[in-house]
């Protein structure tokens, strides 16, 4: 299957440098991440199109028979663009409907209100990388907090590794020795790198330390990866959005996203 979605290329070369198998079917890649079954969007299906309504419960049992360790069901749509009558379906059978703005810049200026009290730089020692879990689980309270501790230490450990490789680098801000806004920036092939979740510690937003932050990350990626387009994904109803485009980013796609967090359960 020849991916047409800049976000899906760029999400599944960084995903097989983590160590992710994708297994190619034709009409669907099944991507798997062994290391990592709690992963949501490191198990899924990806389709080359929306099903047909009559073939979504194969479609269904096919992704249960696929990843029968997992308790979730991630299924995500290839192409630039989105169709939700199309999606439809899928969405009628429990799975909820995220559509992503696909951002994209060849070159960054500072936000305006850019912060100068942090310092800006890679994560570099054991105790970085321990506050990079701690801060995510900070930025993410409303998940099962031990389930979530275990995917993040794995990821935490994956991201390093990659960044030991030479792939890219997980960059913070910090006050005062404490980290408060993190994110990733890897080489995605093609001339591309992709950010990855960026986040900022909830007691210290609104005071440009996401803006500078990416900022900060694209003058660095820009000049030391040998790549001319940077990529970030968002939802494209959230404040993020506003901070990559004041950094300098523009919406090029769209990313399709199917999800049911627990497939053991239906939707009420
Ligand atoms: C999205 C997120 C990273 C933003 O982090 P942040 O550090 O608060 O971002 P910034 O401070 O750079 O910008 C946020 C807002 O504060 C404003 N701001 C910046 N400096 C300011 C200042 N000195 N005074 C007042 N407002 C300021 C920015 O202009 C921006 O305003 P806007 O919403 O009107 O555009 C943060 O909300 C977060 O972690 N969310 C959860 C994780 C997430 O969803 N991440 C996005 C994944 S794509």
């Avoid at 305006?112 to 701690?134: C, F, G, H, K, M």
């Avoid at 792939?167 to 408060?180: M, N, P, T």
């Amino acid at each position: 299957m020849d991916v047409q979605s800049i976000a899906y290329r760029t999400d599944l070369a960084l995903l097989e440098l983590g160590g992710s198998v994708v297994e190619d079917r034709g009409d669907r890649l099944v991507v798997r991440t062994p290391h990592n079954p709690t992963f949501h969007w490191g198990n899924f299906l990806l389709l080359d199109r929306p099903p047909a309504a009559a073939d979504v419960p194969v479609l269904l049992a096919d992704v249960d028979a696929t990843f029968p360790d997992s308790t979730h069901r991630a299924i995500g749509v290839d192409g630039p663009t989105s169709d939700p009558d199309a999606l439809a379906p899928l969405v009628a059978a429990g799975l909820s409907l995220d559509v992503a703005a696909v951002m994209t810049a060849r070159a960054t200026q500072a936000p305006p209100r850019p912060n100068a009290d942090a310092t800006y730089r890679p994560l570099a020692s054991d105790e970085d990388w321990q506050q990079r879990v701690a801060l995510a689980a900070r930025c993410n309270e409303d998940h099962p907090a031990d389930e979530y501790l275990a995917f993040m230490s794995s990821k935490a450990r994956t991201d390093r590794a990659l960044t030991q490789a030479g792939h890219g680098a997980w960059w913070g801000a910090f006050v005062d020795g404490r980290l408060v806004s993190s994110l990733g920036l890897f080489r995605a092939g093609e001339g591309s790198a992709r950010f990855q979740s960026v986040e900022t510690d909830p007691a210290f937003r609104g005071r440009g330390l996401a803006g500078t932050l990416v900022h900060e990350t694209s003058r660095w990626g820009l000049a030391e990866l040998d790549v001319e387009t940077l990529v970030m994904v968002a939802d494209p109803d959230y404040v993020a959005i506003r901070i990559y485009r004041s950094v300098g980013f523009a919406e090029t796609e769209r990313q399709t996203q199917l999800h049911q967090p627990d497939r053991r359960v239906s939707r009420p």
